[in-house]
């Protein structure tokens, strides 16, 4: 066993059983938030989110396609993401590893779950042509707490986004690309983590945190303060208190998120 690791560990672990962090936040506070909108010129809708030293560009791309067979009158939602090597030393080249699919899939869950998207009206004609959103999520620093910064990024990428007026000519779908219009959006919807360390749940772990911790647990909240999507990670346990604890913080942060959100979207 290497013991620099383990001296890390304890002296972490110390400090947040003190209430301390080794950053100097406070236990349930948010690192550095900054959003840019726009950042992609040949995306129809695209942000950058830096939170702490992690970093994440979104690109949203629209295409006509056909709908999901279950759900024949609802536009698709595609969600990918990329752990590009210069990011971390522990993402490699290649096809998608476990973090990647479940990256993907815990924002496309928010997003999905929290029916931010009117996906009805993305229907053009029912059971053939519908509009199709490709979510590509960039990882280009990770420091910690990915799940956050995916999900405030793809939600500010997606109110950024302008798609173009369809209309139904004869049977056939005409693209009037001189009249773009925003996504149908129902609300916005973010997400909080917390790291089980020691005795406490810490919110927003750095990366240093996340190599320690024993749980993790992300929780996504409506604009309204209900709950759209959970998902546990780590290897430890969490009590009903720590859940119980982790969404009521995250129902009181989601707000501050989206002020921040606000603001980027103000011209």
């Known amino acids: 066993m290497d013991i620099i690791p383990e001296i890390t560990r304890k002296s ?3 400090l947040i059983n003190n209430k301390e962090r080794i950053d100097g936040r406070s236990l349930h506070e948010f690192r550095d938030i900054s959003i840019e909108t726009g950042v ?4 129809e809708g695209s942000s950058r989110v830096k939170l702490g030293n992690t970093q994440i560009i979104v690109g949203v ?6 709908p999901f067979p279950d759900t024949p009158e ?9 752990l590009l090597p210069m990011a971390s030393p522990t993402f490699e080249p290649g096809p998608p590893d476990e973090r990647s699919v479940e990256l993907s899939r815990v924002v496309d869950r928010c997003i999905r779950e929290s029916r931010m998207i009117d996906l009805e009206k993305l229907c053009i004609i029912e059971g053939s042509k519908v509009w199709m959103l490709f ?8 420091d910690g707490n990915l799940f956050d910064a995916a999900v405030l990024a793809t939600v500010a990428a997606l109110l950024d986004t302008r798609i173009p007026a369809a209309e139904v000519e004869d049977g056939e779908v005409v693209i009037n690309r001189e009249k773009m219009q925003p996504l149908p959006v129902n609300r916005k919807a ?4 917390f790291a089980k360390i020691g005795n406490e749940i810490v919110l927003d772990p750095s990366l240093e945190e996340e190599d320690i911790l024993t749980a993790r647990i992300s929780i996504g909240v409506t604009e309204e303060g209900s ?13 009903r208190d720590d859940v119980l604890k982790a969404v ?12 921040y959100l606000d603001k980027s979207m103000t011209p």
Request: glycine share 8%; proline share 5%.
């Open 248 to 259: 009521s913080i995250a129902v009181e942060k989601v707000p501050q998120l989206i002020e």
């Open 40 to 43: 992609i010129s040949k995306a």
């Open 190 to 193: 973010l997400m909080c983590t």
């Open 135 to 142: 979510l590509d999520l960039h990882i280009i620093d990770y």
């Open 12 to 14: 972490i672990t110390d």
């Open 74 to 82: 609802m536009g698709v939602i595609l969600t990918n993401s990329e």
């Open 227 to 239: 709950i759209c999507a959970m998902q546990k990670g780590g290897e430890g346990p969490l009590t």
């Open 61 to 66: 791309k629209p295409q006509i396609g056909e």
